[in-house]
């Protein structure tokens, strides 16, 4: 069974930065895409930001600029550095990960990390 830990959320200021990680265990098949999504109070779930291939990085419009994910492939982690924070970007953040297999796809979720920027 998969598992996700995640860490480094809290509450900052605006204009202030944190970083989120997230280290997955116990997968037998390759882990395909790590990323980050967020929840907001009333609102859906939403993708941050993603690295579905070594070579391409997804990110949300309203985070553009400002945060950056990275991943390390041997120690199966996904990071995001969040900077210029703004009250906007309150939500539980999530890591998650996606996994292929002859049988299908499935998506692995971590327990949430709340991050509070306060203006």
């Known amino acids: 069974q998969v598992q996700l830990v995640e860490s480094g959320g809290g509450l900052v200021q605006a204009g202030g930065s944190l970083r989120l990680s997230c280290a997955a265990s116990?997968?037998?098949?390759?882990?395909?895409?790590m990323g980050w999504y967020r929840q907001a109070p009333g609102k859906q779930r939403e993708l941050v930001a993603a690295?579905?291939?070594?070579?391409?990085?997804n990110y949300s419009d309203s985070v553009k600029g400002r945060f950056t994910i990275s991943r390390d492939y041997a120690k199966n982690t996904v990071d995001l550095q969040m900077n210029s924070l703004k009250p906007e970007d309150t939500a539980v953040y999530y890591c998650n990960v996606r996994i292929a297999t002859i049988w299908g796809v499935s998506d692995y979720w971590g327990q949430g990390t709340q991050v509070t920027v306060s203006s």
């Open positions: 690295i579905p291939t070594r070579s391409m990085t």
């Open positions: 116990g997968s037998r098949a390759l882990i395909n895409a």
